[in-house]
């Protein structure tokens, strides 16, 4: 059995393994930023960004599995990226899990964005570029954001995690790390910091009982595109409920928050008995 660290080394290792995970995730996000600002500054109309990002994504992930190391070394890495490949089943009830969660997720974003003044994300406009330039860019960073975060998160932070300490308490530290970075872009206020712990903590179970981030980014990047086309552009729109927003449909994503929420635990534990996965205990 491997010897645990000393709790020191393993707090720092913590601290610098995730800030590292954080940084690189940013970089890469700010990247693909800026070649769409280029972009669209200089040929709105032939959107090259998305083919160099899917270059340089496709390099990454080469890289991250280890594809490109020396033998030694390439198990390890494969090992920390996590994209092992799953069976139909354990990937049909991976899928079911989040998209039922995603479903919630939806509801309680609305609604707490009704019961207290939140920034939200504010999209740039897109209303003056070709429709093919926008639908790509937007399902380009859909793919980015789903990539980056569950390789970088769920797969190789989580998996160091999960080699020091028991699995709850490395998705708990993995979701934990996530806040900072999801608070530079959205505004440093707990209703939107704590929706993302519950958004990372749900990808955190995923990519634990499944053993791999492959459901987590289908799941991810879908949910990114549509709160890029149908969530997040409405925000603005929305009136709180102490400002008389309380109107019928504020309760219906009442309902769909709560209702989609339990249906998501009951497929989250028929994933858990399909996969045989269980809370291993570390040792101490």
């Given at each position: ?10 707090i720092?290792f ?15 996000q ?5 070649l769409?600002i280029t ?5 709105p ?17 080469k890289?991250?599995s ?5 033998r ?7 090992r920390?990226?996590?994209a ?10 991976a ?34 570029y ?5 639908a790509?860019?937007?399902t380009?960073?859909?793919v980015?954001?789903?990539v ?10 989580q ?9 709850p308490?490395?998705?708990?530290i ?19 910091l ?7 903590m ?5 990519a ?8 987590g980014?289908?799941?991810h990047?879908v949910?990114?595109?549509i ?6 552009p409405?925000d603005?729109s ?14 219906i994503h ?11 635990i009951l ?5 858990a ?12």
């Amino acid at each position: 059995m491997k010897q645990m660290r000393p709790l020191f080394r393993r707090i720092l290792f913590v601290m610098s393994f995730g800030l590292l995970a954080l940084a690189l995730t940013l970089f890469l996000q700010g990247v693909w930023a800026a070649l769409v600002i280029t972009n669209l500054k200089t040929s709105p109309a032939i959107p090259w960004a998305v083919a160099l990002m899917a270059l340089f994504l496709w390099l990454g992930w080469k890289y991250a599995s280890g594809k490109w190391r020396p033998r030694s070394t390439a198990a390890g890495r494969r090992r920390y990226l996590r994209a092992n490949r799953v069976s139909g089943r354990v990937f049909g009830w991976a899928v079911l899990a989040g998209a039922l969660s995603l479903v919630a997720l939806v509801g309680y974003w609305i609604v707490m964005f009704q019961l207290v003044n939140m920034p939200g994300n504010r999209l740039p406009d897109f209303s003056r570029y070709p429709l093919i330039t926008v639908a790509l860019m937007l399902t380009m960073a859909a793919v980015v954001g789903a990539v980056l975060e569950e390789a970088g998160f769920r797969g190789y932070f989580q998996v160091a995690l999960e080699d020091d300490f028991r699995a709850p308490v490395a998705i708990v530290i993995s979701s934990l790390l996530m806040s900072p970075g999801h608070g530079l872009t959205q505004g440093f206020v707990w209703p939107t910091l704590l929706w993302y712990f519950f958004v990372d903590m749900m990808f955190g179970v995923m990519a634990y009982l499944t053993d791999s981030i492959l459901p987590g980014i289908v799941i991810h990047g879908v949910g990114l595109l549509i709160f890029f086309v149908l969530v997040w552009p409405a925000d603005q729109s929305r009136r709180l409920v102490a400002d008389g927003g309380g109107d019928a449909w504020f309760w219906i994503h009442i309902g769909q928050a709560i209702v989609f929420s339990a249906l998501a635990i009951l497929a989250f534990r028929r994933l858990a008995r399909v996969t045989i996965r269980v809370w291993p205990q570390k040792p101490g």
